[in-house]
Antibody
């Protein structure tokens, strides 16, 4: 069964860069039917799609975050990563990684449990 | 940017039917996915491609999409269905996914 696990610092200082990694086990991300996505959810609020990467390295980002977002993939390690620069308190959220599957019309059919990142000095 | 509007809350008695709407400009021309999120948990896909169900999702969950409104219908509601629900579409004008504002379903 496919599992995704987010990892990274739970506390980041304002103006610094948030870095998270998603490790995938029990399945592959090196396929032409999968994308690797990042989604976040501020405490008590709704979901916000951050961006996505294809195994070829092609990326897509939310226009509201695009200038600060970098997503990368290491298929040899079954990992993909998120970097969000110049963070502020508004970036405090639970960050989820997810697999997007073309076989289900591009929906995110597998999710990590999420990791809370707090931006504070 | 494309906007998806959902009612903040829907209340329903056990055994009845809950309908959650997702409004967007010409959403009927887009593909809609629906997710269920229980407190402290990751979202779970319950309907994809407007009306298809992933394996393991009960037939009580169904979806439709036409005009400016997509709808998730939960039949014979159970206490365990209580959760937040989000719709999602791909905004092709700027190549990114958009989530709806979310609806909290309360089982009375």
């Amino acid at each position: 069964q496919l599992q995704l696990q987010e990892s990274g610092p739970g506390l980041v200082k304002p103006s610094e860069t948030l870095s998270l990694t998603c490790t995938v086990s029990g399945g592959s991300i090196s396929s032409d039917i999968y994308y690797c996505d990042w989604i976040r959810q501020p405490p008590g609020k709704g979901l916000e799609w951050i961006g996505s990467i294809y195994y070829t390295g092609n990326t897509y980002s939310n226009p509201s975050l695009k200038s600060r977002v970098t997503i990368s993939v290491d298929t040899s390690k079954s990992q993909f990563s998120l970097r969000l620069s110049s963070v502020t308190a508004a970036d405090t959220a639970v960050y989820f990684c997810a697999r997007r599957n073309i076989a289900v019309a591009g929906a995110e059919d597998s999710w990590g449990q999420g990791t809370l990142v707090t931006v504070s000095s | 940017s494309y906007v998806l509007t959902q009612p903040p809350s829907v209340s329903v008695a056990p055994g009845q039917t809950a309908r959650i709407t997702c409004g967007g400009n010409s959403i009927g021309s887009k593909t809609v996915h629906w997710y269920q999120q229980k407190p402290g948990q990751a979202p779970v896909l319950v309907v994809y491609n407007d009306s298809d169900r992933p394996s393991g999702i009960p037939e009580r969950f169904s979806g439709s999409n036409s005009g400016n409104t997509a709808t998730l219908t939960i039949s014979r509601v159970e206490a365990g269905d209580e959760a937040d629900f989000y719709c999602q579409v791909w905004d092709s004008t700027s190549d990114h996914y958009v989530f709806g504002t979310g609806t909290k379903v309360t089982v009375l």
